[in-house]
């Protein structure tokens, strides 16, 4: 036994993401005395600017973006009590096919065994129990998102560490019902939804029962819905917020995962990530 305090490790690509898919779990190990861990691969520069101002239109400001979007990310953390950020400052990809998958520097372009090299020296400082990142397709097919996933494994074999790893994931049965949702929720005057992209988001997430870990965090909602808040720039981005805390905690009130690495034994499906080491 040693007097290392238990630690999760979250890697996630962008200022945002890691209220989005692990807010609730963050929140809720923080709570519980685990040392929690968010290192961010990107600076968010593709996000939008003040006023909403999108990428590539005239006044985005990529470098200003990121600066704001740093300050989101810091407040965000002092909401769900993230003990340690890392900030690796990638430059942001923006979404797939966009001319900034190729901009030298920008995460997409980065070598994987340089991103995993950088990503193991704090494997290897924070010595974490549990790790957890996107899955192959990055959940949706974002470039940083997958790219994360890559660094992230690669970085992992580069270390004689044997932490506990999940993929971040939802439920078919939950995407079902965020669809509605959305068609609840949706701003006046916006188009009906397309059936395509519709159908597309019935693909994302995995069948229920594919689904290893199912994590109850839902007395940390308010914490969740408050830390996407903090990244007010991106608010137009953020389609949660418009529905409040409660319908928002009844809807994100448990996360989910699929757990690819563990050495505990623990027995699948599992309500707790920390399942086998406590």
Not at 96 to 123: I, K, Y
Not at 192 to 210: F, N, S, V
Not at 235 to 244: C, Y
Request: glycine share 10%; proline share 6%.
């Amino acid at each position: 036994m040693t007097d290392r305090p238990l630690t999760l490790m979250a890697v996630h690509a962008h200022p945002d993401d890691e209220a989005t898919g692990t807010g609730g779990v963050l929140a809720r190990y923080a709570a519980e005395g685990v040392r929690t861990v968010l290192v961010t691969c990107t600076d968010g520069g593709c996000g939008d600017g003040p006023g909403g101002v999108k990428p590539g239109d005239p006044g985005h400001d990529p470098a200003a973006v990121a600066l704001m979007r740093r300050a989101e990310l810091e407040a965000s953390c002092e909401v769900l009590k993230i003990s340690h950020l890392e900030t690796l400052d990638y430059a942001d990809s923006g979404m797939m096919g966009w001319p900034t998958n190729d901009a030298p520097g920008s995460f997409w372009q980065t070598p994987v065994q340089e991103g995993a090299a950088r990503l193991a020296e704090l494997l290897q400082r924070y010595q974490p129990d549990v790790v957890v990142t996107y899955d192959e397709n990055g959940f949706y097919g974002h470039p940083d998102h997958i790219q994360a996933n890559r660094i992230t494994m690669a970085a992992l074999e580069l270390t004689e560490l044997t932490p506990k790893v999940y993929w971040t994931t939802a439920p078919r049965s939950m995407m079902a019902r965020f669809g509605e949702v959305m068609r609840e929720f949706g701003a006046v005057g916006e188009p009906e939804p397309d059936p395509a992209e519709t159908a597309a988001m019935a693909e994302i997430g995995l069948p229920d029962e594919e689904i290893t870990t199912w994590v109850d965090t839902s007395a940390f909602g308010g914490q969740k819905f408050d830390a996407l808040a903090a990244h007010a720039s991106q608010g137009e981005n953020i389609f949660f917020l418009r529905m409040g805390k409660e319908k928002f905690t009844e809807l994100m009130g448990v996360e989910t995962f699929v757990r690819v690495q563990d050495t505990t034994g623990a027995a699948a499906p599992e309500n707790d990530l920390f399942a086998g080491l406590r």
